[in-house]
């Protein structure tokens, strides 16, 4: 193939690529916003995604493995690393004013609050969050003064 196809062909995946991150992006203050209310969720259908679970963070100091659930201190964090592999962090806010942060390798962070416009208005407590590659870290702080929960589904 000659030189100038093969940019013709490049240019034409890097469109394709902009048009599905477009489709696949919500309007959400804190997140870059989930990928399975999109238009084009049927991609994710095709290709089967790791989810995190209990057993990938059963080491973590804040995490609870009876009830499934992260507990953080009033003015704490909790930081975890997300196993590689891992693709998506289904959980649902348990209790407090919760913030998960998702960071990869310093370049990338993805907040989500659970004060924030839910993503499902028909499950207003639950949070689907995509994990941008391996090397990810989960922080999740309490704003709250009761302290504050997030479970995994």
Do not use: N
Not at 35 to 64: I, K, N, Y
Not at 74 to 82: E, K, L, P, R, S
Not at 98 to 113: K, N
């Amino acid at each position: 193939m000659s030189p100038p196809k093969l940019v013709l062909v490049a240019a034409v995946l890097v469109l394709l690529c902009a048009v599905a991150l477009g489709f696949s992006a919500r309007d959400d203050r804190g997140s870059i916003g989930d990928p399975s209310a999109s238009r084009l969720s049927f991609l994710t259908g095709l290709l089967p995604q790791r989810v995190l679970a209990p057993d990938d963070v059963a080491d973590a100091d804040c995490f609870d493995a009876p009830t499934r659930s992260f507990l953080v201190a009033a003015a704490q964090t909790c930081t975890v690393a997300v196993p590689d592999g891992v693709k998506r962090i289904e959980a649902r806010w348990s209790s407090g004013s919760a913030e998960a942060a998702l960071t990869r390798d310093g370049s990338i962070t993805q907040r989500y609050r659970a004060t924030d416009d839910p993503q499902d208005p028909d499950h207003p407590g639950q949070v689907d969050m995509p994990v941008f590659g391996d090397g990810s870290v989960l922080a999740i702080s309490c704003a709250g003064s009761g302290g504050c929960s997030l479970r995994l589904r």
